[in-house]
């Protein structure tokens, strides 16, 4: 790496920042090993960070042309699928929020259709959306942490989602899809503030905290799918 200039260092320190992920979703699973959930998503919540802004960073220091022979996507889906899908799998079955064998099936169905989704070169749409649910199965599985319904909806939740990843029901990217941008950040950030004061209540915050999680998630949720009957997203 002798007589690399400023900018491809720059450019290679963003594929560093993407690898942090990798570490931070390590420090959950050590957490979630010692059932120390608050804990848990707390260093899910700083992987999630990393993975929200590494890609604007790759585009603006144009890492692709000074690091061409290192794929910043596949290095990205090695740990968006650990981040999103085995570990909240692994906190489900630890737990045993469903309840022993229900827990472990969950998590086996998570991590089987999410490992097929990954594999599908059409889980994008035209506008940057994704196509059928996105396998965030970390907001899923802190949604069930903090508002704790009981185990039939809970499974009912996770069969829900699993059989929308392969459904053409379109999802936004907050930051990626252009329509309907600002709203889609304000409920990102609400949705972001209210998991964070859910942490700091250890997962049991007050009501208000909790309607802000539904309602903010309920618009992540749905949002694409009105905007594809709208036919606003593609």
């Not at 990843?165 to 930051?175: E, G």
């Not at 208000?208 to 009957?229: C, P, T």
Request: glycine letters at 6%; one cysteine or more.
């Amino acid at each position: 790496m002798f007589g690399l200039s400023r900018n491809s260092l720059w450019a290679f320190g963003v594929h560093l920042l993407t690898a942090s992920g990798a570490f931070f979703a390590f420090l959950a699973l050590v957490a979630a090993a010692e059932n120390q959930f608050p804990e848990m998503f707390l260093w899910m919540g700083i992987a999630l960070f990393v993975d929200a802004v590494d890609g604007p960073l790759a585009r603006k220091l144009e890492v692709k042309k000074w690091w061409p022979h290192f794929s910043g996507d596949i290095l990205d889906a090695v740990i968006d699928y650990f981040s999103y899908v085995m570990l909240p799998a692994f906190a489900l079955y630890q737990s045993g929020l469903l309840g022993m064998y229900a827990s472990f099936i969950a998590a086996a169905v998570i991590v089987v259709t999410s490992a097929i989704y990954y594999a599908d070169t059409r889980m994008k749409s035209e506008d940057y959306g994704f196509v059928g649910f996105p396998v965030v199965w970390n907001m899923v599985v802190f949604g069930l942490f903090v508002l704790s319904p009981n185990e039939y909806f809970s499974m009912l939740v996770v069969a829900a989602c699993a059989i929308l990843t392969f459904t053409p029901m379109l999802f936004i990217h907050p930051v990626r899809v252009k329509v309907w941008r600002v709203p889609s950040l304000t409920a990102s950030a609400l949705w972001l503030v209210s998991g964070l004061l859910a942490i700091y209540y250890q997962l049991d915050p007050p009501m208000l905290v909790d309607a802000v999680i539904v309602l903010s998630s309920a618009y992540l949720f749905f949002a694409g799918f009105f905007l594809q009957l709208t036919g606003k997203l593609k």
